[in-house]
């Protein structure tokens, strides 16, 4: 039960600017809408593996960008094609690990890090920030208790008992993928 008086007058706010969102998608292209958010999602998430692109750089063609961060624009639009076809999967799947693990695949297929266990979760010990894990900024858990806390994650996702409102459940789910980082701005 959320008894926090801030907690409700906020997701009572975030319901009505998505009951706006709704009723602009009558009048706007939602798909072009839809395609802009995606791209500066991308843009700004892949930012934390150090890559490097402009808001405007995925609407351009690749003969348009330069040698030097054609790499970083590839990432970007991987992490594009990966979401529509995760929207796309999750007509025929549910939010599950057998999702997430196929979207990873897609997303790594053709750029840097393409070796690196494509469609696999981890299988080493890994951290942001700083040279070694004694001095990382953040410290996800271990590599050896991945799976299980993803086959929670995925029964918190699709518990539909939970009274929990879904868009604390995906505030929630998308903590455990992205917690804040101190000093990190998004």
Known sequence: ??????????????????????????????????????????????????????????????????????????????????????????????FSTQLIKQAHKVLLRGVRGDQKQPGEFRKSQNWIGGATLHNAVFIPPAHHEVDALMSDLEKFANNQEDPLPNLIKIALIHYQFEPPLPGWQR
């Not at 999602?41 to 063609?61: D, M, N, R």
């Open 1 to 94: 039960m959320i008894d926090d008086m801030e907690v409700i007058s906020l997701l009572s706010k975030a319901d009505r600017f998505l009951g706006r969102l709704d009723m602009y998608s009558e009048y706007v292209d939602i798909d072009l809408l839809t395609q802009m958010h995606i791209a500066k999602e991308a843009t700004q998430s892949s930012k934390i593996e150090g890559t490097q692109t402009k808001i405007e750089e995925p609407f351009l063609l690749k003969s348009e960008i330069s040698a030097e961060k054609r790499d970083d624009w590839e990432e970007v639009q991987s992490y594009i094609i990966v979401m529509k076809e995760a929207v796309e999967m999750l007509h025929a799947l549910p």
